[in-house]
C-alpha cells in the first residue's frame, strides 16, 4: 500500500533573529533520521517538502543522510507552516496583558502561543490566512500527497502546525486537537500515513526512531 512519511522540521534558531534557519542541532537530527533510513534500507519514490528555509534544511540534511542529492526534492508551499508570529500578534493586540514580557521562559511563549491558535480557530481574532484557509489548503495538499503516494513511498517535511492539521482532518477530530497536537509534536518526529482508495489513514504519529534511545534522547526538542 502506498505510504507517506511525514516529518516535522529539525530544531530551528528559536530566540535569533532568524528563526527560520535550523540550529547545528537541527541539521544534525534531520541527518541522523536520514542515516537510520539508510541503515534500514528505506528508499522513497517522491521527496517533498514546504519552501520555508527549516523545511529545505531538513530535507537537505535527510537527503545528506540518506546519500542523495536533495535537488530531487520537490517544493510545495502548501506545506508550510501557518504565520504563528502573525496569529501571536493578532492576539497580543487584543489580549496585551497575556502577553509574555520581555526575558519570559520559553514556556510562557508557548503557552501564549497557544492560547492564540485558540482563539485563531475560534474566528476572534484576524491573522492574514484564516483558519479556514489555513484547513482549505491542507486538505487539498493531502489529496496531491495521496495522488503522488500512489508510486510508493513519499516523504513529506513539513511544520508542527501544518501535520497537526492533516491528523485532525484524517481523523475527523474537533479543531481544538490541532493545538493539541501541534504542541506535543518533536523536531524531526515522523508521522506516517497509508494511502488508499478510501483516503488517508494513520499509521503512527510523533514517532523518533533516530533519537529515542538511551544514546540520543537529550537531543529530543519540540522548537
Known amino acids: ?5 511525514v516529518v516535522r522540521h529539525g530544531q530551528a534558531s528559536f530566540g535569533s533573529d532568524n528563526y527560520d534557519q535550523l540550529s547545528e542541532l537541527g541539521w544534525q537530527q534531520a541527518r ?15 521527496i517533498v517538502s514546504g ?3 527549516r523545511h529545505r534544511e531538513t530535507a537537505q540534511g535527510i537527503c ?19 504565520d504563528f508570529k502573525q496569529v501571536m500578534s493578532a492576539y497580543r493586540e487584543k489580549n496585551p496583558q497575556a ?8 514556556a510562557d511563549y508557548y503557552r501564549f502561543l497557544k492560547k492564540a491558535m485558540y482563539a485563531w480557530s475560534a474566528g476572534e481574532i484576524r491573522a492574514g490566512e484564516s483558519w479556514q484557509q489555513f484547513e482549505q489548503r491542507i486538505e ?11 508510486g510508493g513511498k513519499t516523504l513529506v517535511v513539513s511544520s508542527g502546525g501544518a501535520i497537526a492539521m492533516m491528523v485532525r482532518q484524517i ?17 524531526t518526529a515522523v508521522s506516517h500515513f497509508f494511502a488508499g482508495r478510501s483516503g488517508v489513514s494513520l ?6 526512531p533516530h533519537l529515542d534511545n538511551r544514546e540520543r534522547r537529550e537531543f529530543i526538542t519540540y522548537s
Request: charge should be negative.
Open 51 to 53: 519552501d520555508l528555509q
Open 64 to 82: 545528506e543522510g540518506l546519500g542523495l542529492s536533495s535537488h530531487i526534492v520537490e517544493e510545495l508551499p502548501q506545506l508550510n507552516e501557518f
Open 171 to 187: 481523523l475527523g477530530a474537533p479543531s481544538n486537537s490541532v493545538t493539541q497536537l501541534n504542541m506535543q509534536i518533536k523536531n
Open 203 to 208: 499509521h503512527s504519529f510523533n514517532h523518533l
Open 32 to 46: 541522523w533520521l536520514g542515516e537510520h533510513w539508510a541503515e534500514d534500507g528505506l528508499q522513497f519514490d517522491h
Open 99 to 106: 502577553a509574555p514580557t520581555s526575558g519570559a521562559e520559553r
Open 140 to 150: 487539498e495538499v493531502l489529496g496531491v500527497l495521496a495522488a503522488g503516494a500512489r
Open 1 to 5: 500500500m502506498p505510504e507517506i512519511f
